[in-house]
């Protein structure tokens, strides 16, 4: 199986800036893009950046410039520096990683748990 934890959410007015982390662990062979997805309120689950294991980067156009998404592939892990917070950001963010378990396996995508984002006007 694989995990996924992510930590650093929280409260945060707006203006603010907050880090937050995922590492993946578990049967992993290899992981190809990693990334950070939301869900507000009443809303769907939307991408907010993606990195591969080769570094492109994609971001969400709401974010593009505030947010910045890295990754550490000897850890296994996938950061979102998020700076200038609005309150529209407040969502619960989840990471997601696209993982082989083994040499020859197909690429399956796993989803951690979500941390709760707030940010206060």
């Known amino acids: 199986q694989v995990q996924l934890v992510e930590s650093g959410g929280g409260l945060v007015q707006a203006g603010g800036s907050l880090k937050l982390s995922c590492a993946a662990s578990g049967s992993i062979f290899t992981i190809t893009t990693m990334g950070w997805y939301r869900q507000a309120p009443g809303k769907q689950r939307e991408s907010v950046a993606t990195?591969?294991?080769?570094?492109?980067?994609n971001y969400a156009d709401s974010v593009q410039g505030r947010f910045t998404i890295s990754r550490d592939n000897a850890k296994n892990t996938v950061y979102l520096q998020m700076n200038s917070l609005k309150p529209e950001d407040t969502a619960v963010y989840y990471c997601n990683a696209d993982v082989r378990r083994y040499f020859g396996d197909s690429v399956k995508g796993y989803w951690g748990q979500g941390t709760q984002l707030t940010v206060s006007s």
């Open positions: 990195i591969t294991t080769g570094g492109r980067i």
